[in-house]
């Protein structure tokens, strides 16, 4: 059984649930993924990129009350989001050496507190969607669609982080909705760039799992890739920046914008290089490895609005 203190093994270094939280609090900052921030840094990006892109079409300079809003939003949410899929999942992470000490199967939270504690991220996320436009505000509403679905697709098919890029790209479109009150064509190009590189990251990750999950019987993309999860996810990477590039074009981005998506690209060439599906800890460093990757080009779109707004 899990207690308040252990630290689960894909848990950030010196994170302030294992060393600060008070002990009661840590198996609901777990199950909020507190320990492990890449999940809301990969699924507040694609919000700045597309609240810089509006901002690059629109000459202005990127609103920090929206990026600062938009961050709340997906601690919120990412936190809600895999609270319910820990709920949905318990049995099977029961399985798995690497979640299965997680607080459900660990015993350490029940299934009926957990839901309480979807709740209440839930209205956090909801206060936050309240301070956008009305058509931002249903936009968010349509986003709980592929959330709510994706904890059943590993059961029955081999592209449940597609379902998932569906529901961490939504901010692709719901940053430019925020920021202009409708879509464009350049929002629906960054919410499918934002779509294939969630794909081609979560595979990435998924390589963790792929002794367990082929005896318990979960599928994902790495197991389909198999041997050619490089080149898989190369191409993935590769229609990342086919979608991206057309977008920067639509919004007449300068040199700054340019800049930021060819070092985002030089980023995603440098993973697929160091792709090897027998190094776990390796695969966990490479995913992680995306925040990074995706502040880059976020810098270079909200320093070309910046500039522009001068």
Same mark, same amino acid.
């Given at each position: ?113 957990? $839901?309480?504690?979807? !709740?209440?991220?839930? /209205? *956090? #996320?909801? +206060?936050?969607? &309240? ?5 931002? %505000? ?114 007449? $981005?300068?040199?700054? !914008?340019?800049?930021? /998506? *060819? #070092?985002? +690209?030089?980023? &995603? ?5 160091? %792709? ?35």
């Amino acid at each position: 059984m899990q207690t308040g203190g252990a630290t689960l093994p894909d848990a950030a270094k010196f994170n302030i649930v294992d060393h600060l939280a008070p002990m009661a609090w840590r198996p609901y900052l777990r199950l909020a993924r507190i320990d492990r921030p890449i999940g809301w840094w990969l699924l507040l990006l694609p919000c700045w990129w597309s609240v810089a892109l509006a901002s690059i079409a629109t000459q202005r300079a990127p609103d920090l009350v929206l990026l600062v809003l938009f961050m709340i939003g997906a601690i919120a949410m990412r936190g809600a989001g895999s609270t319910y899929n820990d709920i949905v999942d318990r049995d099977l992470d029961a399985q798995v050496e690497r979640t299965r000490f997680r607080p459900l199967p660990s015993g350490a939270v029940s299934a009926k507190q957990a $839901a309480i504690f979807v !709740g209440f991220q839930a /209205l *956090i #996320g909801l +206060a936050v969607l &309240l301070q956008f436009n009305r058509f931002a %505000i249903i936009l968010g509403f349509c986003s709980l669609i592929p959330v709510f679905i994706y904890p059943f697709m590993k059961r029955i098919t081999s592209w449940p982080q597609a379902v998932l890029g569906l529901a961490f790209a939504w901010g692709g479109l719901e940053g430019w909705a925020a920021v202009t009150g409708g879509l464009t064509a350049p929002a629906f190009l960054c919410y499918a760039a934002a779509i294939v590189w969630t794909i081609g990251y979560d595979t990435i990750y998924a390589v963790q799992d792929l002794e367990d999950d082929s005896i318990v019987g979960i599928r994902s993309t790495a197991r389909l890739f198999g041997g050619n999860t490089a080149r898989a996810v190369g191409l993935l990477y590769v229609a990342t920046i086919a979608f991206l590039v057309p977008a920067l074009w639509m919004v007449g $981005a300068g040199v700054a !914008g340019w800049m930021g /998506l *060819i #070092g985002f +690209a030089a980023h &995603l060439v440098w993973q697929v290089r160091k %792709i090897d599906t027998r190094d776990v800890q390796g695969a966990l460093r490479l995913f992680r490895s995306n925040r990074n990757a995706g502040l880059i080009l976020f810098a270079g779109l909200a320093l070309d609005a910046a500039l522009r707004a001068i």
